[in-house]
């Protein structure tokens, strides 16, 4: 039974950072890709980062680059997303998620549907 566990959310002021770690049990993930998702509100989920486990390639939505980023700790089977400069509009329940590496193209993995496992999810509310 594959299990994601967010953890790592809470309440920032602008400018500010947070954290989120993802503890993925219940297989062996080195040949998935590991996504973070978020969805605000009122919006469909959007995609924030992706991670290869093998290899660590990663991918990011053009509103967090340079802000967010993506790691993994093989050791620890853990992914995590720093948050860097948050802003208001960051504001969103964020989602860890898991996809078989089977494609090359990283644009396959910029679509929530590509994704088989879910966590339940950790709220960041970024207050301005």
């Known amino acids: 039974q594959v299990q994601l566990v967010e953890s790592g959310g809470g309440l920032v002021q602008a400018g500010g950072s947070l954290r989120l770690s993802c503890a993925a049990s219940?297989?062996?993930?080195?040949?998935?890709?590991m996504g973070w998702f978020r969805q605000a509100p009122g919006k469909e989920r959007e995609f924030v980062a992706a991670i290869r486990w093998s290899g660590g390639s990663t991918y990011y939505a053009d509103s967090v680059k340079g802000r967010f980023t993506i790691s993994r700790d093989n050791a620890k089977n853990t992914v995590y997303l720093q948050l860097n400069s948050l802003k208001p509009e960051d504001t969103a329940v964020y989602y860890c998620?898991?996809?078989?590496?089977?494609?090359?193209?990283?644009?396959?993995?910029?679509?929530?549907?590509?994704?088989?496992?879910w966590g339940q999810g950790t709220q960041v509310t970024v207050s301005s």
């Open positions: 219940g297989r062996t993930f080195s040949s998935y890709v």
């Open positions: 998620a898991a996809a078989r590496g089977t494609y090359f193209s990283s644009n396959y993995y910029f679509t929530a549907t590509s994704y088989g496992y």
